[in-house]
């Protein structure tokens, strides 16, 4: 079969993400590279109570929830619970995590547009008083 559109195909592969950001384990499948564009798309799984560390988006970012329960939280405010077809915008800049309900994976796709200004800021761990008072 012939691939009319010439773009390279390259199979997806999971990985688990880097345990240096993640509280738990996560697991990240990149479905779209900057090496085509200026923007990656990863499908990222948490399994109950992982979550990552507080962190920010030079160029923002966009989360896709696509099964589980999970949440968001931006610094200094309350948590968001996340379900199935929710939406985030996260503006540039801002200093937020996001992870897994206790009790529920979460998977949600990560969208990065101009990763040319860089993925993420990482920063220190959500601990483990701030991730319970999400489920409040």
Not at 8 to 20: D, G, I, L
Not at 35 to 45: F, I
Not at 109 to 132: F, K, M, R
Request: hydrophobic fraction near 40%; include cysteine; proline fraction near 6%.
């Amino acid at each position: 079969m012939s691939n009319s559109t010439n773009i390279p195909q390259t199979p997806a592969s999971t990985k688990r993400a880097a345990a240096e950001n993640f509280i738990g384990t996560a697991w990240v499948t990149m479905l779209a590279g900057a090496n085509l564009t200026d923007c990656t798309v990863g499908d990222v799984t948490f399994e109950p109570g992982a979550r990552n560390n507080w962190h920010s988006h030079p160029a923002g970012q966009i989360l896709v929830v696509t099964a589980g329960v999970g949440y968001y939280q931006e610094k200094g405010q309350p948590a968001q619970r996340l379900r199935v077809g929710d939406a985030v915008t996260i503006a540039p800049g801002v200093v937020h995590w996001h992870g897994a309900a206790s009790d529920s994976l979460f998977t949600h796709l990560a969208i990065n547009p101009n990763v040319s200004q860089g993925v993420a800021n990482w920063l220190e761990p959500v601990t483990d008083e701030e991730y319970q008072a999400a489920h409040g």
